[in-house]
């Protein structure tokens, strides 16, 4: 089925709960017309994880693909995260794979920026911290958020820094609601717990209002941005709009607060090379440039069509990692990895053929 497809490869690499150096190649299908198919290829342990592993078993993975023979020139995508031996194997890569672009995830790139929003704005980070604490295990103190709330707003949320945009969500919450939060935590004895203590000493800092407004006001915008490239089945043109608008939004701020966030979206940009030439490639496809300067040299004006549904993340591989953690529950720790394998092979496929009969439908 795949002998003649052009294809995108992502790989990323994990630690479970037992030690053990995991890897896992997902590759898709690029068609012209429409999204293509996605699958678990191959997951691997390693040894150790490093640039030359990584190549290894990306090398090996095609090999698994096309037994009889690989077809380097088919390989037309990369996608992984930004860590420095990634970008050290894409390299190594491209020396066999001559038309392969290696792209590193943008979604990351976002993630990055607002881990960069989060570590300028400490003072919202600790309220955000604390008041979640506050509430933890505390039926009481629960209770009186909802007595004093009438019922009328969630409980604060509990943001997970490795999912990315919750830390904003969670800012535009205490920003709407900030006036209620502070009454509630007021009513409450500092003695009880740290975390009271923490959050009174915050909430009452004179800038807090105003610096939870202007996070509102010009962040608002990312976590849908992240959450729209996550999305599957996505055209290039739609994610690189996306890119691009919020590059733009971001670069027109000009305080001193948030220089230092503009400048990290343009380091993290920057150091994408492969974002650059994706970029062209739109901008071929779309007919604004009508050359091919600066494409791998290799890559042919047919390759190019190939990218209209071009994806630009590595979220796919890292769902097979979801999954993965699933299967390797408390009472699964003694199953081999080469069973473990075929288990993680079989149910993340089983749900890519669900999801195609569902689109269908």
């Given at each position: 089925?795949l002998?003649?497809?052009k294809?995108?490869?992502?790989?990323d690499e994990?630690?479970?709960?037992?030690?053990?150096?995991v890897?896992?190649?997902v590759i898709?299908?690029l068609?012209?017309?429409r999204?293509g198919e996605i699958?678990?290829?191959?997951?691997?342990?390693?040894?150790?994880?490093?640039?030359?592993t990584i190549?290894?078993l990306?090398?090996?993975?095609?090999?698994i693909?096309?037994?009889?023979?690989v077809?380097h020139?088919?390989?037309?995508?990369f996608l992984?995260?930004?860590?420095?031996?990634?970008v050290?194997?894409g390299?190594?890569i491209n020396t066999?794979y001559?038309?392969c672009?290696?792209?590193t995830?943008l979604a990351?790139a976002?993630?990055r920026?607002?881990?960069?929003?989060r570590g300028?704005?400490?003072?919202?980070?600790?309220?955000?911290?604390?008041v979640k604490?506050?509430?933890r295990k505390?039926?009481v103190?629960?209770?009186?958020?909802?007595?004093?709330t009438n019922?009328e707003?969630?409980l604060?949320?509990e943001?997970?820094l490795?999912?990315w945009?919750t830390?904003?969500?969670?800012?535009?919450?205490?920003?709407?609601?900030f006036s209620?939060?502070?009454?509630?935590?007021?009513?409450?004895?500092?003695?009880?717990?740290?975390?009271i203590?923490?959050?009174?000493k915050?909430?009452k800092?004179?800038?807090?209002p105003?610096q939870l407004t202007?996070?509102?006001a010009?962040?608002?915008f990312?976590p849908?941005?992240?959450t729209?490239l996550?999305k599957?089945?996505?055209?290039?043109?739609?994610?690189l709009?996306i890119?691009e608008d919020?590059?733009?939004?971001i670069s027109h701020?000009?305080?001193t607060?948030a220089?230092p966030?503009?400048?990290k979206?343009?380091?993290?940009l920057?150091?994408?090379?492969?974002?650059?030439i994706?970029?062209?490639?739109?901008?071929i496809?779309?007919?604004?440039?009508?050359?091919?300067?600066g494409?791998?040299?290799?890559?042919?004006?047919?390759d190019?069509a190939?990218?209209?549904?071009?994806p630009i993340?590595?979220?796919?591989?890292?769902?097979s990692?979801?999954?993965?953690?699933?299967?390797?529950?408390?009472?699964?720790?003694?199953?081999t990895?080469?069973?473990i394998?075929?288990?993680?092979i079989?149910q993340?496929?089983f749900?890519?053929?669900?999801?195609?009969?569902e689109?269908?439908?």
């Amino acid at each position: 089925m795949l002998t003649k497809k052009k294809i995108w490869v992502s790989v990323d690499e994990t630690t479970d709960v037992t030690g053990r150096f995991v890897a896992n190649v997902v590759i898709g299908t690029l068609e012209i017309d429409r999204a293509g198919e996605i699958f678990l290829l191959h997951s691997e342990e390693l040894e150790k994880t490093n640039h030359s592993t990584i190549f290894k078993l990306f090398d090996k993975a095609m090999g698994i693909l096309w037994p009889e023979g690989v077809q380097h020139d088919n390989v037309l995508l990369f996608l992984s995260d930004a860590a420095p031996y990634m970008v050290k194997a894409g390299k190594c890569i491209n020396t066999l794979y001559s038309k392969c672009i290696h792209l590193t995830c943008l979604a990351h790139a976002f993630h990055r920026i607002a881990e960069k929003i989060r570590g300028e704005f400490s003072d919202v980070d600790k309220v955000v911290a604390s008041v979640k604490k506050v509430f933890r295990k505390s039926p009481v103190r629960i209770k009186t958020f909802l007595n004093m709330t009438n019922n009328e707003i969630p409980l604060p949320p509990e943001p997970i820094l490795t999912r990315w945009g919750t830390w904003i969500n969670a800012t535009l919450y205490y920003c709407e609601h900030f006036s209620k939060i502070h009454s509630v935590i007021q009513t409450f004895d500092d003695d009880d717990a740290a975390s009271i203590k923490t959050a009174k000493k915050y909430l009452k800092k004179s800038n807090l209002p105003c610096q939870l407004t202007f996070i509102k006001a010009n962040f608002e915008f990312l976590p849908r941005a992240i959450t729209f490239l996550e999305k599957r089945g996505t055209k290039l043109s739609d994610s690189l709009k996306i890119i691009e608008d919020t590059k733009n939004k971001i670069s027109h701020l000009k305080c001193t607060k948030a220089i230092p966030i503009v400048n990290k979206m343009n380091d993290v940009l920057d150091k994408n090379s492969g974002y650059n030439i994706v970029l062209k490639i739109y901008k071929i496809l779309s007919g604004v440039v009508e050359n091919l300067e600066g494409l791998p040299e290799d890559m042919t004006n047919d390759d190019l069509a190939y990218f209209n549904y071009a994806p630009i993340t590595s979220v796919d591989v890292e769902r097979s990692f979801s999954i993965y953690k699933n299967l390797l529950s408390s009472n699964r720790r003694r199953f081999t990895f080469e069973n473990i394998r075929k288990y993680l092979i079989v149910q993340c496929n089983f749900q890519e053929t669900q999801n195609d009969s569902e689109l269908m439908m």
